[in-house]
């Protein structure tokens, strides 16, 4: 029998797969994680789209508003003006003859109510504009929201995908380090604030680094970090490849933990309190993913911080996340960068404020300057 070359490649790489099977579970865990980041984005893609769809109609509606109320007030100004007309034009000319009147008195009479005419017909002209206006503003509206039910519908499947990837990333996730987890546990409960808890855990990690997962890459993606703006992520920027790059080689380019309208800066505070970060107001069961490759080795409480993220990204750099509804790392994991660590809450009383510190060999620095800036790229 001859067996043809990639019959043959198909053998030997299925012999290798059943002789090595970790092979097979490390290609997996790539893919799988890969997926992760791919399902990540997307989803973080949907948050923003939506979020302008929005945004959008609570400005047309707004201008509705304001439209149909001065037609209301064209209107009522013009019917009133129209019945005094008709109750004048009642009234024949020969009356205005006889009526005891100077005559240069009815004859500026007579003209007030030229120009009166003159000028409804030209309310009457506008009125009809306004109310074309008003009529492609309904469509524009009603077109709006077609495309944010579409958004919406699209959120929904993405977050449906990430849910069942993150089911089977659970599924072949090792068991936690007990040891570990306890370690970090002591930590968190003897540390009197983040700088020290930092350094507890830092203490408390092994003698000997654990090694980068082979096949992970550190990956970038652009955000916009100005105030008071969406933040947003250009679709047209790919993420570059950084094979096992350093972080500080990543300055400016790292990906924002979640997509909002960024309300706290690093250094703003008051009575001489300032913040060591910056804080994100979300929507909805907003996506957080991690900014850079590096390795989860806090997750849990930790006094008023709520839920809390530690990630050590190596050279002595961590990323610090505040303020989840929950997270979805565990302690010992492995992360990419845009791989997704936890979800956002809902409402006005849940958790959608999504506070981020980057730390460097335990003190606080601006993460602004780390964050890629990019133009935001409008939407429809």
């Known amino acids: 029998m001859t067996v043809t070359r990639p019959e043959f490649i198909a053998l030997t790489v299925g012999l290798a797969l059943a002789l090595f099977p970790a092979l097979s579970n490390a290609a997996g865990e790539d893919d799988l994680k890969r997926q992760l980041v791919a399902a990540a984005q997307r989803s973080q893609d949907n948050e923003e789209r939506v979020s302008r769809i929005e945004a959008r109609l609570l400005e047309m509606s707004r201008q509705e508003a304001e439209l149909s109320a001065a037609l209301l007030g064209r209107r009522a100004a013009q019917t009133a003006a129209l019945g005094a007309l008709m109750r004048i034009s009642r009234q024949p000319p020969q009356a205005l003859i006889a009526t005891p009147t100077a005559i240069d008195d009815t004859i500026r009479t007579s003209l007030l109510l030229g120009s009166t005419a003159s000028r409804l017909g030209a309310e009457a002209r506008d009125l009809g504009a306004a ?4 009529t492609a503003l309904h469509r524009r509206i009603a077109a709006q929201r077609m495309e944010l039910d579409e958004a919406a519908a699209g959120l929904a499947d ?19 380090d007990e040891q570990q987890t306890m370690a970090a546990a002591r930590a968190a409960r003897e540390a009197e604030n983040l700088q020290e808890l930092l350094g507890k855990l830092s203490l408390e990690a092994p003698a000997a680094p654990r090694e ?7 990956t970038s993606e652009p955000s916009a970090p100005p105030a008071d703006i969406v933040l ?6 790919a993420a570059p490849e950084r094979p096992g790059s350093p972080i500080s080689a990543a300055r400016g380019s790292l990906p924002m933990p979640a997509r909002g309208r960024l309300v706290g800066l690093f250094g703003d505070g008051e009575n001489g309190v300032k913040s060591k970060g910056i804080t994100i107001e979300t929507r909805d ?7 850079y490759d590096g390795e989860v080795v806090y997750a849990g409480a930790y006094r008023g911080y709520g839920r809390l993220l530690i990630i050590d990204h190596g050279e002595g750099y961590h990323t610090l996340l505040a303020g989840f509804s ?11 960068a845009g791989e997704p660590v936890g979800v956002m809450g809902r409402g006005l009383t849940g958790y959608k404020s999504l506070y981020v510190e980057f730390r460097h060999d335990g003190v606080a620095i601006n993460p602004l300057p780390w964050l890629a800036t990019v133009k935001q790229k409008a939407d429809g």
């Open 131 to 134: 109310l074309v206006e008003l």
């Open 158 to 176: 993405e977050r449906a995908r990430l849910e069942a990837l993150y089911a089977r990333a659970v599924a072949r996730r090792g068991a936690v």
């Open 212 to 218: 980068k997962p082979q096949g992970a890459a550190g």
């Open 232 to 237: 947003a992520v250009d679709e047209d920027t």
């Open 285 to 291: 069961d907003a996506q957080v993913i991690t900014p």
């Open 326 to 336: 929950r997270i979805d790392s565990v302690l010992g994991q492995w992360l990419l």
